[in-house]
Nanobody, 128 residues
């Protein structure tokens, strides 16, 4: 069984920073990629960023490029999302997700349905 636990959310002022963490445990061998998604009140869940385990390829939503950085620490099966220059539009519940190691195009990593294991979510609130 695989468990994914995300943490690190909180309340921050506009322009501030937060770092989210996502730790995977259990039968994680063969893990291929981990992604972050977010869901704001009244909106659908959307892709934020992802990283592949082996090659470390990273992808970002246009709305966070240049502000957010995703990284991994393979030895700890942990992925981080460093979020800088936060604004009110970043307020959401952030979810970490993990998927297995074989796929075709990296384009599928932007899709929620590509991930089989999800964290419980961590709230990020940006106040003005």
């Amino acid at each position: 069984q695989v468990q994914v636990v995300d943490s690190g959310g909180g309340l921050v002022q506009t322009g501030g920073s937060l770092r989210l963490s996502c730790a995977a445990s259990g039968r994680t061998f063969g893990a291929g990629a981990m992604g972050w998604f977010r869901q704001a009140p009244g909106k659908e869940r959307e892709f934020v960023a992802c990283i592949t385990w082996s090659a470390g390829r990273t992808y970002y939503a246009d709305s966070v490029k240049g502000r957010f950085t995703i990284s991994r620490e393979n030895a700890r099966n942990t992925v981080y999302l460093q979020m800088n220059s936060l604004n009110a539009e970043d307020t959401a519940v952030y979810y970490c997700a993990l998927r297995g190691g074989i796929w075709g195009s990296d384009a599928i990593l932007f899709l929620q349905k590509s991930y089989g294991y999800w964290g419980q979510g961590t709230q990020v609130t940006v106040s003005s």
